[in-house]
């Protein structure tokens, strides 16, 4: 079986080590004990990395971008009455649009309700472009860290936008799956406000 062509480099680091082992200045208990220090810091840091994911969804909208932005950062508070997936929105610290502002949202997510209180961590306008990092609720029983982030983008052609949730997550536990369920949450709830919108208009 062939070797990846960088090997060559691997193979002068661990011709080196032996040489050394031999005239001494490595010597064998060294080598072991150096072995043992370092695989467990490894095999944490691999674990880490795979506890880390991303997932994204992309929706085409009627609604211009700066609609559909405008709901979630001016007037949360009346998400629930464009999409029956949004129980109530409250706003638990400082103002509605604003950086550090927390909130929070009671949802319905395969048809069980559930909470989540979010801060707001950035703001876009010119991007329509909002970050939450949530902070308690259903996500963070599964999750050490949970970013979530709504940007709506005009089409490059013809009306109507494309809505794309960004979900940026850290399990606590391989066993944990993956929060893929709510991509087709978002979706639904998307299209939905996307109706509302357009009805008012």
Do not use: C
């Amino acid at each position: 079986m062939a070797e990846p062509a960088t090997n060559p480099e691997t193979k002068a680091e661990v011709k080196v080590e032996t040489e050394a082992e031999v005239e001494g200045v490595m010597t064998k208990p060294e080598t072991e004990a150096e072995t043992e220090t370092t695989k467990p810091e490894n095999e944490a840091e691999t674990k880490a990395a795979s506890m880390i994911g991303e997932l994204e969804i992309d929706i085409e909208i009627k609604s211009t971008a700066e609609k559909f932005h405008h709901m979630f950062v001016k007037r949360p508070h009346h998400v629930p009455k464009a999409t029956g997936f949004i129980g109530g929105v409250e706003l638990h610290e400082g103002e509605w649009g604003k950086v550090g502002s927390i909130v929070s949202w009671n949802y319905i997510h395969d048809g069980v309700p559930k909470v989540a209180k979010e801060r707001i961590e950035a703001l876009d306008p010119e991007k329509n472009l909002i970050k939450f990092r949530v902070l308690e609720g259903d996500v963070m029983k599964e999750n050490k860290t949970f970013l979530l982030t709504l940007q709506v983008t005009p089409k490059q052609a013809g009306p109507g936008s494309v809505v794309k949730w960004h979900m940026e997550y850290e399990r606590i536990d391989e066993k944990v799956p993956h929060p893929e369920t709510l991509l087709p949450f978002f979706e639904a709830m998307s299209k939905e406000i996307d109706e509302h919108l357009l009805s008012t208009e």
